[in-house]
């Protein structure tokens, strides 16, 4: 596959490596917006609510669902991601009963449904907008 490469940009002349460089480039920046977009998207999620106040709460329902991501590929094709989303949905009282969620991916249904009913009836730690009560965020760090 290299040697091909070397040929056509070899003997493609200069309008030829003009446009693989161009392609590169917009492959190359594609990829750095994909990398950048998930670490932006990772430090949300570890910061967010990190310092709203705490308070305690239910494990209620635990749910597992068979999912399918193709938001990764460029078409529509046939193929997917299967992976399985397991929910665990929470109440708590501030001042008045309010409700959350919480959901991981797995790979393995079992894996999901053995660590989701491993909350089920759990007391857990939610942090709590203090400007809308209704709004909640149970961290990773907090199970």
Request: with cysteine.
């Amino acid at each position: 596959m290299t040697q091909i490469i070397a040929n056509v940009l070899i003997r493609g002349g200069a309008g030829t490596r003009f446009w693989f460089i161009l392609i590169a480039l917009v492959a190359g920046a594609i990829i750095f917006e994909g990398i950048c977009e998930q670490t932006l998207r990772t430090w949300i999620k570890r910061t967010r609510g990190r310092n709203w106040p705490a308070v305690s709460a239910v494990v209620d329902i635990v749910s597992v669902a068979s999912c399918e991501d193709d938001s990764l590929l460029p078409t529509k094709a046939d193929l997917s991601f299967p992976y399985y989303l397991a929910t665990l949905t929470y109440t708590y009282n501030n001042p008045e009963k309010q409700m959350g969620e919480y959901r991981r991916r797995f790979g393995d249904e079992d894996d999901a449904k053995s660590w989701a009913n491993s909350y089920k009836g759990e007391t857990v730690k939610v942090h709590v907008d203090p400007r809308d009560p209704t709004r909640s965020v149970l961290r990773e760090e907090d199970l």
